[in-house]
């Protein structure tokens, strides 16, 4: 089966096209047959378009919608110039897998898209109001191109975080709120978090009721998850995708009375400092340079710049708290699993996250670390440390892919599922 996998951002588009079925699935063999990104829909668009085994090509094209963005990929796709195999006409995509960000409480696993569906993730709006109506785009967006009975899967964000009990995700807050309007910890990147679940679990050997991880996601956003026996028992990321670890641009962790002391002092409005807490904070703010950590380790490294420096201690400093706090939390023999841009791609910061870890059993093989890089899974733990860590690179359209397929054949598990077959 040849899932089209669209992520469809305020002004952007990730999409892939991957090859998968049960059989595929079992081997471990799916195959990613193109990828792209279409950035700043709405004016003049940057597509980057490239299909697997050839050359990325990259044009500029005028794109007034996410509607326009995806017309613009299925033309491409079923060109000449893309030259995927075994696609030739619109008819040879057989489904659409859709990244969604908030299923709210209604969602605990991947579903069909069909009007009630619809109608779960526009309820869900005033939860994530930046990220649900741009997942709906591109699902109608979808259904009048290639039209309504082309079969249509929404994955959830928030799904795998559905196991999480009570005390981890309630917040102690009067109990009326959530009964009334649903105020809880919802978590997000579940997505990457349950795939490197099940990869190390694949990597270790284990059944999955003996996985128990904290797993590490750091990109542009960044968040930790605790998972007991294989389920989401708790993460960093709270009603929103703001609370935790410091990341780009957002602040994490904070004081709420901070929000009122803005207001008062500086004169915003709410949501001014709603915009300084999601915009202009974490290392951005830190640095008052830039969100991006590459950037932040060539200013330490070239001028020995102090607030990049200190904004990279802040970062690693938050995480090695959540690791901390979780490792208490979990039971049994715990590993630590890094994943996303930068803990897939930065040694040295995962060093300095793991520093001082030996009195909880982790301990950093320097080697191990600094190969484990390019995309590769490694351990980089020595052989005599208590609790083991790895690098495992997050591979969402995947399983996104995975799940599609598996919702349409009917095999997808009560509750929440794990990334295998």
Known sequence: MNVLVLNAGSSS????????????????????????????????????????????????????DHRAAIERVLDWVISDESGIEGIRALADIH??????????????????????????????IELAPLHNPANLRGIRAVKELLGPDLPQVAV?????????????????????????????????HGTSHRYVAYRYRKLARLPRNEVHLITI???????????????????????????????????????PSIVEYLVQKDGLTLHEVEGILNKQSGLLG?????????????????????RAKLAIDMFCWRVRKYIGAYAVELDGPIAVVFTGGI?????????????????IGLMIDPERNDAAVNGRSARISTDTSEMTAYVIPTNEELLIARDTVRVLEGVIAPRVEDGSP
Do not use: K, W
């Open 95 to 124: 489904a659409v897998g859709h990244r969604v960000v908030h299923g709210g409480q209604l969602f605990q696993r991947s579903a069909r898209v069909d009007d009630e569906v619809i109608a779960g993730i526009e309820s869900c």
């Open 13 to 64: 588009l990730r999409f892939q096209i991957i090859q998968t079925d049960a059989d595929l699935m079992q081997r471990d063999v799916d195959r990613r047959l193109a990828h792209g990104l279409v950035e700043r829909i709405g004016g003049h668009a940057i597509c980057t378009l490239e299909a697997e085994g050839q050359g990325a090509i990259t044009e500029d094209a005028p794109l007034r």
């Open 156 to 188: 959830f964000d928030t799904a795998f975080h559905a196991t999480m009990p009570e005390c981890a995700y309630l917040y102690a807050l009067p109990y009326h709120y959530y009964r009334r309007l649903q105020v809880r910890r919802y978590g997000f």
């Open 217 to 255: 996601h750091l990109g542009n956003g960044c968040s930790a998850c605790a998972i007991q026996a294989g389920n989401s028992f708790d993460t960093s990321m709270g009603f929103t995708p703001l609370d935790g670890l410091i990341m780009g641009t957002r602040c994490g962790d904070l004081d």
């Open 286 to 306: 830190i640095s008052g340079l830039t969100a991006d950590m590459r950037d932040l380790q060539a200013e330490v490294a070239e001028n020995g710049d102090r």
């Open 343 to 359: 803990g897939e791609n930065a040694p040295a910061i995962r060093e300095q996250i793991c520093r001082g870890l030996g009195r």
